[in-house]
Antibody, heavy 122, light 107 residues
């Protein structure tokens, strides 16, 4: 079974860049037929999809964040990363990484990291 | 974006009750709909995908139905460990969207 673990700073200043990594164990991120995604959840609120990256490197982003978001793969370290530029207090949330199989198209996010709280504050 | 609504927003029920949660999509999403359970401080857990397929490891008391714009998640006999918040999610088209959640509490 794959395991996903987020890492990165828990505090970011407004206007700076949020950078997180998701380390994957128990499977290779470039083995094929998986999307690797980021989903966030502001305190007390619902889940918001940020974006996915396919094992091939193709990316899909939420238009609400697209201009500020980059998701990338690092196959040498078996991890994928998230960058969000120009953050504001509205970006304060628990950030989860997750895996989504793409064998039939119907599968959804089946393995998740525990999440990391990122607070945007000066 | 495809907006999802859930009803009810909050549900109070007893152990052993049959519980039904509804998710409605503003536009048709085919069967590209999933259901998750989330407990406080934990990551969401996938219960149902493809509208009605039970995720491996999810208890058989959970079932899903529907297609197009209206979907239901049913818990046949509520157990103590089922008190949580439930979210629906569509992936028929980007951006992937989640519903606002339904909190199931102890009566």
């Amino acid at each position: 079974q794959p395991q996903l673990q987020e890492s990165g700073p828990g505090l970011v200043k407004p206007s700076e860049t949020l950078s997180l990594s998701c380390n994957v164990s128990g499977g290779s991120i470039d083995s094929g037929s998986y999307y690797w995604g980021w989903i966030r959840q502001p305190p007390g609120k619902a889940l918001e999809w940020i974006g996915n990256i396919y094992y091939s490197g193709k990316t899909f982003y939420n238009p609400s964040l697209k201009s500020r978001v980059t998701i990338s793969l690092d196959t040498s370290k078996n991890r994928f990363s998230l960058r969000v530029t120009s953050v504001s207090v509205a970006d304060t949330a628990v950030y989860h990484c997750a895996r989504r199989p793409s064998f039939s198209g119907y599968e959804s996010f089946d393995y998740w990291g525990q999440g990391i709280l990122v607070t945007v504050s000066s | 974006d495809i907006q999802l609504t859930q009803s009810p927003s909050f549900l109070s029920a007893s152990v052993g009750d049959k519980v039904t949660i509804t998710c409605r999509a503003r536009q048709g999403v085919g069967s590209f709909l999933a259901w998750y359970q989330q407990k406080p401080g934990k990551a969401p857990k996938l219960l149902i995908y493809g509208a009605s397929t039970l995720q491996s490891g999810a208890p058989s008391r959970f079932s899903g139905s529907g297609s197009g714009t209206e979907f239901t998640l049913t818990i046949s006999s509520l157990q103590t460990e089922d008190f949580a918040t439930y979210y629906c999610q569509q992936q028929n088209s980007y951006p992937i969207t989640f519903g606002p959640g339904t909190k199931v509490d102890i009566k």
